[in-house]
Structure formats: C-alpha cells, structure tokens
C-alpha cells in the first residue's frame, strides 16, 4: 500500500510540474508576434490573469502542505510519514522538471505541458489579455 501511494505522489507532483511548466512557456511566448509581426503586451487584465495562473498551483500545493503538517500534528505520530512525502514530493517536482527538458516540445510525449500551454492560450486569447503596444 505505501509503494502505490509514493508512486501517485510522484506522478501527482510531476504532472503538476508539467502543467505549470505549460503555463508558464505560453505566458512568456503568446504576445511575441514572430519575425516581423507586432508583439502584443499584457494589459492590466492579463497582468492579473496570469498572476494567478502562475500562483494557482504553486499556492494550492502550499495549502496541501499546510494541511498535511496539521495532520501530522493532530495525529502526533506522522513526522517520519510527512517528510517522506516531502521527499518523494521533490522527487515528482525533478522528475517534472527533467521530462520537460528532454521531451519539452515533443506535443505527443508531453501531454500535460500541452494541456498546460492549450488552457494558458484559451484563457489568453478569450478574455482579450493582450493589446497592441502603445507607441
């Protein structure tokens, strides 16, 4: 039973680096408007909108942290089972990390950084995010 749960934890926090990693590649791609097209800029809406996109996860995993220590310290005897986690955890993060430098482009092996890029551009493009430079 340990074994299956370090490997969701693990594949949990790798697939969450990928997705982040997503976000994060598309946020600093979109507006770049190639060889000769117009690069967009962020507006105040798309400032606040990726913000959070950027801090969802990061926070979210921050506040599974928090509440698991609390559960560690409600049951008094979880010390040795929480930094496990964390440990395994960090694992997830570097298998993340080193999978989207190999295979970061490859669409087809990489689906996570994929979805993570797709939802980044939707969200982008269909709230109107980005304008024209102001000359």
Same mark, same amino acid.
């Given at each position: 039973?340990?074994?299956?749960?370090?490997?969701?934890?693990?594949?949990? @926090?790798?697939?969450?680096? $990928?997705?982040?990693?997503?976000? =994060?590649?598309?946020?600093?791609?979109?507006?770049?408007?190639?060889?000769?097209?117009?690069?967009?800029?962020?507006?105040?809406?798309?400032?606040?909108?990726?913000?959070?996109?950027?801090? %969802?996860?990061?926070?979210?995993?921050?506040?599974? $942290?928090?509440?698991?220590?609390?559960?560690?310290?409600?049951?008094?005897?979880?010390?040795?089972?929480?930094?496990?986690? #964390?440990?395994?955890?960090?694992?997830?993060?570097?298998?993340?990390?080193?999978?989207?430098? =190999? $295979?970061?482009?490859?669409?087809?092996?990489?689906? #996570? %950084?994929?979805?993570?890029?797709?939802?980044?551009?939707?969200?982008?493009?269909? @709230?109107?995010?980005?304008?024209?430079?102001?000359?």
């Amino acid at each position: 039973m340990k074994k299956k749960r370090y490997i969701i934890i693990i594949l949990c @926090f790798a697939i969450l680096t $990928l997705i982040e990693s997503g976000i =994060l590649i598309e946020i600093m791609w979109h507006g770049w408007g190639g060889f000769g097209g117009v690069t967009l800029v962020y507006n105040e809406a798309g400032q606040n909108g990726t913000s959070v996109l950027l801090f %969802f996860i990061p926070l979210s995993v921050l506040i599974a $942290l928090f509440l698991r220590i609390a559960l560690c310290l409600k049951e008094r005897s979880g010390a040795k089972k929480l930094l496990t986690d #964390c440990i395994y955890a960090f694992l997830g993060v570097g298998i993340g990390l080193l999978w989207n430098l =190999l $295979l970061g482009y490859y669409d087809i092996l990489n689906p #996570c %950084f994929l979805l993570g890029r797709r939802i980044t551009a939707f969200l982008i493009d269909h @709230f109107d995010w980005m304008d024209l430079p102001i000359p």
